[in-house]
């Protein structure tokens, strides 16, 4: 056997710890904890103690290992001592499952939807192992994963790859490059060659792409495998060093835009890839997964964009799926959402699969949501070597890490992505050396770092802004970035407004409706109370007409539409011809339109506060006369 080498990451992720949560991000992550993220083995007897990874007889297939995935993060970023203990038990129930030919979990029966040694849900379970280890160098983890390793080695050679586990190969991978990194073992990258040989050509599947319409249901079309597929390429050049598979990267996303984009960062997909219609679903799972391609990618590659584009789904479609208290979520969400019910709707999903419930159409996503905000903090900071800190993702947090032999912490106190201030100040005992890198975004034309002796340096949207200097003891600087509104064309000339990473919506009032389930983890049908169907009205150069910013102070739940920290009043009018259509708002009228009724104003509050929503609205072109305020 030869031997292998990885190529160094771009960015180094920090350690699970190394990130703490703060301001509106922590309280995020108080109320996943108070919800769903933190009972809901208590409430669903899927992830209860029949679970067959902890001894029972329900499911033991992938949703224990999804949880955990989630759990872990959730308990280290809180340092909660309670999701601590449930973590505890089922990174023991992984552990302890280990057979003498180093097989983990359970053994599937013959009526097994896969083989019985199925290794996708062990995928999952190496990745909830790796955030383990991190957090607490728990020295059983790297024993039982090479001992895996090497089973899975032998069992591929006459049992090839199917089904999830083919389709899903990359998240494999990007433990085995950590596992190999962290032991000095060569067997992972070997059984990474393996998977590669063996998995799914994810690299074709883009480049070819026939898939562009609406689709029937196979797994190579299936909304979570493509935002798992997406970071293939880019994980695999670590290993592969083809300058083609760095350079494709980020094929898939733009090819996925082209055909299936939707206005919050994801695409389409209920159940399966499904155009650009804002009335098709996204599934919770893609949502979660795309945000850990990103992460990924980003570690790769080092691009400022892909952190963009993560910060577009984090702030807009993730939130948005989840009721305010996260007791609840979305199978599929909608850009324009105008009521969720059990209706017949033309998904490939069966017709509860936009209600807000415990477990609406399938449990993964009961199972698989949890990881969504836990992993954006661990990837909110990364390095770059030894000598540079880089904030990635922007938001409230502090990091602690080591540079040139020192350790320092930065702390980074702002309510970004609803306003447009971040200070980040330096906690070091003595002047110390080192490099920060602040990324811009794309949209921020005039961005600005001040320091604290008064320099000022412009930054250039898309790229770092690097500072290298002898920082000293107290000292902190000021990153703004002014936001200012545009919009977006949008399928059938339909408009799209943004301001900064935020996605704007009408709020509409909102009528919950309980259907079923034991509450506070109940099913519930949301009905709407005002008109939704809006245009908007636009100048000659497409740009909103009078709109207003007002800026609320943050509350304790951000992400709902009573607690929106923005709001943008703007002229609209009603348009009578667009209405219901298939149980969801019709096919938008093709814009743009000239006025006919009377002008009022309505608001707008960012995607994620929604409930219901038009994030998609028609274009109106006329003379600004409105009749109310």
């Known amino acids: 056997m030869s031997e292998r080498r990885l190529l160094a990451l771009s960015l180094d992720p920090l350690p699970l710890g190394a990130i703490k949560p703060l301001g509106w991000l922590r309280r995020q992550l108080e109320i996943q904890g108070a919800g769903l993220g933190g009972h809901v083995d208590e409430v669903w007897p899927d992830l209860g103690p029949e679970n067959q990874w902890l001894g029972g007889r329900r499911e033991g297939w992938e949703r224990g290992p999804y949880f955990v995935d989630g759990l872990v993060p959730l308990a280290a970023h809180l340092d909660d001592e309670q999701l601590r203990r449930k973590a505890q038990t089922w990174i023991d129930a992984f552990l302890e499952s280990q057979r003498s030919d180093g097989w983990i979990g359970p053994v599937q029966g013959e009526d097994a939807r896969n083989s019985a040694h199925d290794p996708w849900p062990i995928y999952v379970v190496f990745k909830a192992l790796q955030q383990w280890y991190q957090w607490t160098a728990d020295e059983r983890v790297l024993t039982a994963m090479l001992r895996f390793v090497d089973f899975l080695y032998r069992h591929l050679a006459a049992a090839p790859l199917t089904s999830w586990a083919k389709f899903r190969w990359a998240d494999m991978v990007v433990v085995l490059h950590w596992l190999s990194e962290t032991t000095g073992e060569e067997l992972p990258l070997a ?236 906690d070091v005992t003595e002047p110390c050396q080192f490099t920060l890198e602040l990324r811009i975004p794309q949209w921020a034309a005039e961005a600005r770092l001040e320091l604290s002796d008064g320099t000022v340096i412009a930054g250039e949207p898309g790229t770092f802004l690097t500072v290298q200097r002898l920082w000293r003891p107290g000292e902190h600087c000021t990153l703004r970035l002014p936001m200012t509104i545009c919009t977006e064309r949008r399928l059938g000339g339909a408009l799209a407004v943004h301001r900064g990473p935020l996605l704007f919506a009408l709020k509409i009032r909102e009528q919950w409706q309980y259907l079923r389930g034991v509450k506070p983890a109940a099913d519930w049908q949301v009905f709407p109370l005002s008109p939704w169907n809006y245009g908007l009205l636009v100048d000659s150069e497409g740009q909103l007409a009078e709109p207003v910013i007002t800026e609320r102070p943050l509350g304790d739940c951000v992400f709902s539409p009573q607690g929106a920290p923005v709001v943008m009043q703007t002229a609209a009018a009603l348009l009578p011809q667009w209405q219901l259509q298939e149980n969801s708002a019709g096919q938008l009228p093709q814009s743009p339109l000239p006025v006919e009724g009377p002008l009022v104003r309505v608001e707008l509050i960012p995607y994620g506060c929604t409930n219901l929503r038009i994030a998609e609205f028609p274009m109106l072109l006329g003379e600004s006369s409105l009749v109310s305020p």
């Open 191 to 426: 059984l990474s060659e393996l998977l590669h040989e063996q998995g799914y050509d994810w690299a074709q599947h883009f480049r070819a792409f026939p898939y562009k319409k609406k689709q029937p249901v196979v797994l190579e079309t299936h909304v979570v495998n493509q935002a798992m597929g997406i970071k293939t390429r880019g994980i695999w050049y670590r290993q592969s060093a083809d300058p083609h598979d760095l350079e494709g990267s980020e094929e898939g996303i733009d090819v996925l835009d082209v055909f299936h984009g939707q206005a919050h960062g994801m695409f389409s997909g209920d159940e399966h890839l499904s155009g650009r219609s804002p009335t098709q679903g996204t599934e919770l799972c893609a949502v979660v997964e795309m945000m850990y391609s990103l992460e990924q990618l980003l570690a790769v590659t080092g691009r400022a964009g892909l952190a963009d584009r993560l910060e577009r789904i984090a702030f807009n479609a993730l939130p948005a799926t989840f009721s305010p208290d996260m007791w609840s979520h979305q199978y599929d969400q909608q850009v324009n959402q105008v009521v969720c019910d059990v209706a017949e709707r033309p998904w490939s999903n069966d017709p509860d699969a936009n209600i807000f419930g415990l477990e609406p159409n399938f449990g993964c996503c009961t199972a698989n949501m949890h990881q969504g905000w836990p992993k954006l903090v661990s990837h909110l900071w990364y390095q770059r070597g030894d000598e540079a800190l880089v904030a990635a993702v922007l938001g409230p947090s502090e990091v602690t890490t080591t540079l040139a032999g020192r350790q320092i912490k930065v702390t980074c106190t702002t309510d970004y992505p609803f306003r447009d201030v971040l200070t980040y100040a330096m």
